[in-house]
């Protein structure tokens, strides 16, 4: 008798465990199988991979190069040397002088391009971080030269700077006789607030000091209301720089309560299906460009493996799939909008893929010009207590939320959003900016230029089809040829809407002349044996050098040239 009251928990216990297993490894079969994918095996990869920098001579040839090329690509990125030296010196003599106070700099310098090659670049190419004036699509530096807009202001400049200018100066003047008065509200709130909610579709609003600070309250509020603690993401996406939604390499802690999962995959949904713990899922619209891949930069350029692509069919049938799964499962769906908002459709994210979230994130345009994040969601799940419970309540205040000035300037950005001149701007938007890629890949094809564009409208990324180590170069080409890039470089060419053909075909020229000196000065040299793959394995090579023989005062020595490591070499600073 004893033995079988014994048998019956053993067997309850065994039954728990193989459940325990196959939620764990149906978790494990949903994440990418990438580093981005893998957030803690990202972070401590992080931490092992060691410095080291090519000397001057390795520079140059780096991926093996003969000597001759070695020597054009020298001569090439002395010429731009000499042009940045004397075109951009008091924007560069600014930058130098605050640098050294002003970490944002410090860091946006050294990861511009891969940390192999900072340093020289660095010392070298200085453009300057400092502007003083924009006007139509184009920008002003501190030394008079002009630049045409690629950089997008993050995401911010969706109908361009003039545009922003204006509904910061009338929506000043609309608030002005209150003026900072912070803890109330003015009355033009009322408008925002009844525009916001036809434009999302949900019942009720909250407004917050930025993007991040939006996210952490959504994802705040989905916990608060289905009593589950984790939150899922997609394989690199970006939601701010709050702790759960970036849990691998720039956050020093642990994120227990994010699941990092693949997008567009059955495995995913699997997932979503089994688990009792999601309280959310997060969807940045923006990775339909590049799904399960961080967000591309030049200073992670170091082959030509980068590759983006969208597919509106294949992307809008994987939210409406995601849609009835969460809705299935009680999880909330929540389209972080801080980045896409307003610039794909009036209606945002929803409008333009045709699928409704449970909430929405939007921010940066929406401010018209001015910082801001704003969560739009069903009432029920807006609320921040409980009636049954009062002292149980989700609590999200801040000093600056609803301020009275960036209220005024929403009030001109929504007052003109339905203007008829904006409405007619998204008339075939899709088709304006896939017919102006299609015909600039046209023209690296005919000139057998190594680059290719993908969009996600106007927001590009540049792809590279030639195996090269110096890609990252590009971004210096094109700025002397007067066009302005953020510091991600060619990761991210973020256009406004009031580009005219007369605009974009200027860029265009300037685009691929740019890509024919790059070519002109040997950058893009090519050889059977330089593969990417070769590439990462000789990266993967000099890397358990530098981490071996980083304890030593010697050189690290390598079968394609000397290095330094950083003991050996002050100057190779992080």
Known sequence: MNSHLLAIPAALLAVWVLYRARL?????????????GHARWSRRIARLLPFYE?????????????????????????????LFATRFARSAGLTGDLAKSVSDMQFTARYR????????????????SFLKASQGTRLTDLDGNEFYDLAGSYGVNVFGYDFYKECIDRGAALVRDLGPVLGTYHPIMSYNVRRLREIS?????????????????????????????????????????????????????????????KDLS????KVLRMRKDIACVLVNPLQALHPNANAPSDGALVDSGRRAAFDKGAYSAWLQRLREVCAARGI?????????????????????????????????????????????GRSELMRRYREDHPADVCLARGTFNSHPYVMGAMHEFLQRLQSAPLQQLYHNLDALWNGRVAALNARFA????????????????????????????????????????????????????????????????????????????????????????AIRRRLLREVLQAWWRGSSSTPVTSSIGSMSSPRSNASGAR
Request: aromatic residues 14%; hydrophobic residues 45%; contains cysteine.
């Open 446 to 533: 005919a000139e057998n230029l190594p680059v290719h564009v993908a969009n996600l409208s106007s927001i590009w990324t540049v792809d590279y089809t030639r195996a090269s180590q110096y890609n990252w170069m590009f971004q210096y080409y094109l700025r002397a040829h007067g066009l302005a890039l953020s510091w991600v470089g060619t990761g991210r060419f973020i256009f406004s809407h009031n580009y005219t053909d007369a605009d974009f075909a200027a860029v265009a020229d300037r685009i691929v002349q740019a890509a024919r000196d790059m070519d002109r000065d040997g950058w893009w040299w090519s050889d059977p044996t330089l593969t990417n793959r």
């Open 332 to 376: 909330v769906l929540i389209f972080d909008e801080v980045f896409v908002g307003f610039r794909l459709a009036p209606g945002g994210a929803q409008e333009y893929f045709g699928v409704r979230a449970d909430m929405v994130i939007y921010g940066k345009t929406l401010g018209g010009g001015l910082p801001v994040g704003v969560v739009c």
């Open 24 to 36: 764990r490894l149906a978790l494990s079969a949903a994440k990418h199988r990438s580093l981005a």
């Open 266 to 269: 059955e495995q995913t949904l």
């Open 113 to 128: 391009v891969p940390f192999q090659f900072s340093r020289i670049v660095r010392e070298n190419l200085k453009g300057g």
């Open 201 to 261: 579709g949900f019942d009720e609003v909250s407004f917050h000091m930025s993007g991040t600070e939006a996210v952490m309250q959504a994802v705040r509020l989905a916990r608060y209301h289905t009593g589950r603690r984790h939150l899922v993401r997609f394989c690199g996406a970006y939601h701010g720089w709050w702790g759960d939604v970036q849990p691998g390499v720039g956050n020093p802690a642990t994120a227990h309560d994010t699941y990092t999962l």
């Open 54 to 82: 090519y000397s001057e001579a390795q520079f140059f040839c780096a991926d093996a190069a003969p000597e001759p090329v070695a020597a054009q690509r020298r001569a090439g990125f002395n010429q731009l040397a000499e």
